[in-house]
């Protein structure tokens, strides 16, 4: 439970709360408990504010752009949700030749952006069901590009809650991963190419296709559970386990696509636990091959 100190703080606050609230709404997966609160700063000085609040107090908390790449315990999460879905985190703009973009911005959106506007280099996200935030945390991307290539510097807040700016030599990202101190990214500014927006158009139906054909778009997901190994593709070595199709409760491995797990029929957080637990021990016994989880999961 939370402090009732600080529930009545946020209760007197000018914050956009809601007490109790269910989080499956918020994930991709559609699987989640409630949580104790859920709040939606609406600029970036009320998320400050917030962010030193909660550290000074040391209470729990989860920043939460699109709800992908993440499974929720059916328990709920005892602490503060904080959605970054709303005013300045939505942002968009194109000034003096720079592209900035709030962190809560869909990428789908940004995409939508880039081809109207005539914008480059981001075709490859196509399909990818992340927040610009979200994106950057996990270095998203497909097997030869990632968003870290078209990240000029990044906007984010420190352990200490306060505003900060790094470039992109100073950035050390690697495979699904940005390897930065405890931050709350903010915004980005990106650099992309000048193009027509028909060519763009183009580019993002082609990666948005060929995403399709292979990954189950069309379900609910987290996207892909496992990192790939070194030397084979995850999707590939759950087909050679033949596991692609198992079921558990209302959890499936799809049948498209073996790095991804679906929720079938109103599945749960331990459905989707046991599957994974499952292609772990195949990988590990069968090929002796250590899966490292890609997805983030509350206990």
């Known amino acids: 439970m939370l402090a009732k100190s600080l529930m009545n703080y946020l209760k007197t606050s000018k914050l ?15 699987i989640g408990g409630k949580a104790s609160v859920l709040v939606r700063p609406k600029t970036k000085e009320e998320l400050k504010f917030l962010i030193k609040t909660l550290l000074k107090r040391r209470e729990n908390f989860l920043i939460l752009g699109c709800g992908s790449n993440i499974l929720v315990n059916d328990k709920g999460f005892r602490g503060v949700v904080i959605s970054l ?14 592209l900035e973009v709030g962190a809560g911005t869909r990428v789908s959106t940004l995409l939508g952006f880039c081809e109207k506007n005539g914008f480059s280099g981001l075709e490859f996200m196509a399909g990818i069901p992340a927040s610009v935030g979200g994106a950057i945390k996990q270095n998203a991307g497909i097997r030869k590009k990632t968003i870290a290539e078209v990240i000029k510097d990044i906007s984010y807040l420190d352990k200490k809650g306060e505003n900060r700016t790094l470039s992109d030599k100073d950035l050390n990202f690697s495979y699904r991963c940005l390897d930065l101190e405890f931050s709350v990214i903010t915004g980005a500014t990106l650099k992309l190419k000048k193009s027509s927006p028909e060519k763009v158009r183009e580019n993002i139906r082609l990666f948005f296709n060929l995403k399709r054909q292979k990954q189950p778009l069309d379900k609910k997901s987290a996207g892909c559970i496992f990192k790939n190994p070194k030397f084979i593709n995850t999707g590939v070595l759950v087909e050679e386990l033949g596991l692609k199709g198992m079921c558990r409760g209302g959890a499936q491995i799809s049948e498209k696509h073996g790095n991804f797990i679906i929720n079938k029929d109103n599945a749960t957080y331990n459905d989707i636990l046991h599957l994974i637990d499952l292609i772990k021990k195949k990988a590990k016994l069968k090929k002796n091959i250590l899966l490292e989880v890609e997805i983030n999961i509350l206990p």
């Open 85 to 98: 879905r709303q005013g300045d985190f939505l942002h968009i703009g194109n000034e003096a030749g720079k």
């Open 16 to 30: 956009s709360l809601k007490f109790n609230e269910p989080l499956k709404s918020y994930t991709t997966f559609g």
